[in-house]
């Protein structure tokens, strides 16, 4: 361990990732290591005035690497993003992509990674059967991504959500050779993060790892990851939330983050599926929508994952190692962090559920749910979640 006691480390799971503070330094290393010599920088707006994009830019101009910059990103971003992206990566002549943000900047950048070669449309190669095999693989340029939050994980991803605008569907837009080159973990690059975006991102990685551990299949390399990034996440959230200048809770935060994002290959489930259509139709922080609704899907699927939650709360020693108390846990850590309760806080009403049930049973996050979602079940969760009624667990 360095100087410090903080942990840093090149590891290779599944892409090359490289943890440490002060390791965006290396950036122009990572880019001649993926063979990219003129990156297309692709961040958002609030990371310009924040001075990161600035920092990213200086550290490839140090390596004499030249560089563009595209940020015409949204929260929720959506294919007329990625169209104005590839614009900006033919226009200025660029060879390769580094991505600098949360999951929205990172799954731009991937998708147009994938897009700028490609002659069909982007929804060709959602993520249904085998569409990826559409795509000529010879034509996906290379990615380098530095998340700035500890959320999606996307970093370490072989897909990237995109809102279809036409239709309210955010899709998941899938293939292989989406995963970055290289990804740059720096702790640092996370210190700046307000406390309210530290929780929302830090209880999307929660689900992510959750979510994996109790989707359908069998899958016990996914499982053991997301374990372990959730004993991260319980031990590190608050305390990254508390004190944002806690080097040691960020980079935890991080690694459980990306944790889950290599676990939930496994698939995700319920929460994902009544979350994306949130966010599509009014635009609400993906992890944010994710953390409120966790605790009424955990209790709908509680029925048939209830060996797999004591396991649980045993390995994060919740004290009497039960379900209930994995849903005691996860309502008392989102009330420390300041997760609002119900989806009417995020202005979702009883009205809106009719439009949000189709896209929620459409939706690829839905079949991995390990109980199976009917309409009307959908409903019901909506309804629970818009007015805050939880079951007695």
């Known amino acids: 361990m360095p100087e410090g006691g903080l942990p840093r480390g090149d590891w290779s799971y599944p892409t090359a990732i490289r943890f ?36 990213a830019e ?18 929720n971003p959506t294919g007329a993003n990625v169209e104005a992206g590839i614009r900006a990566f033919h226009d200025g002549g660029h060879d390769g992509l580094v991505a600098l943000g949360g999951g929205s900047a990172i799954d731009v950048a991937k998708t147009i990674a994938l897009m700028s070669g490609q002659t069909r449309p982007v929804w060709d190669f959602e993520d249904r059967e085998d569409w990826w095999r559409r795509a000529d693989a010879s034509a996906i340029r290379p990615l380098i991504a530095i998340p700035t939050t500890a ?26 050779l989406l995963l970055p080159r290289v990804a740059i973990l720096d702790p640092e690059l996370t210190v700046g993060l307000p406390p309210a975006i530290t929780a929302a991102t830090g209880m999307d990685a929660l689900v992510h790892n959750l979510e994996a551990y109790i989707a359908r ?11 372990e990034g959730l004993r991260l996440i319980a031990e590190n959230l608050e ?3 508390q004190n944002g200048a806690d080097l040691h809770a960020r980079g935890a935060m991080l690694v459980g983050s990306a944790m889950g994002a290599i676990a939930f290959q496994k698939g995700l489930g319920g929460v994902h599926a009544l979350a994306h259509p949130v966010g599509s139709l009014f635009d609400t922080h993906h992890g944010l929508t994710n953390a409120v609704l966790l605790p009424y899907v955990l209790a709908f699927n509680m029925p048939v994952v209830g060996d797999k939650l004591a396991r649980l709360a045993r390995f994060l020693d919740l004290g009497d190692h039960t379900p209930q108390a994995v849903m005691r846990w996860a309502l008392e850590l989102r009330r420390a962090v300041g997760i609002p309760h119900d989806l009417g806080a995020l202005g979702v009403s009883e009205g809106d559920i009719p439009r949000l049930v189709p896209l929620a049973a459409d939706d690829q996050a839905a079949a991995g749910n390990p109980r199976s979602l009917s309409n009307q079940d959908i409903a019901a969760l909506y309804s629970d979640a818009i007015v805050g009624r939880l079951a007695d667990n």
């Open 151 to 176: 959320g999606t994980g996307s970093e370490v991803g072989r897909a990237a959500v995109i809102n279809d605008e036409t239709t309210g569907h955010k899709k998941l837009i899938f293939h292989p």
């Open 58 to 75: 200086g550290a490839i101009t140090s390596g004499n690497l030249k560089t563009g910059l595209f940020t015409g990103i949204q929260g």
């Open 20 to 55: 440490g503070a002060g390791r965006l330094s290396e950036l122009p290393d990572a880019c001649r290591e993926a063979g990219i010599e003129h990156p297309l920088l692709v961040s958002d707006p609030g990371l310009v005035e924040a001075g990161l994009v600035a920092r």
């Open 239 to 241: 305390r990254a939330c």
């Open 217 to 227: 299949g069998h899958h016990p390399i996914a499982e053991g990851i997301a374990l």
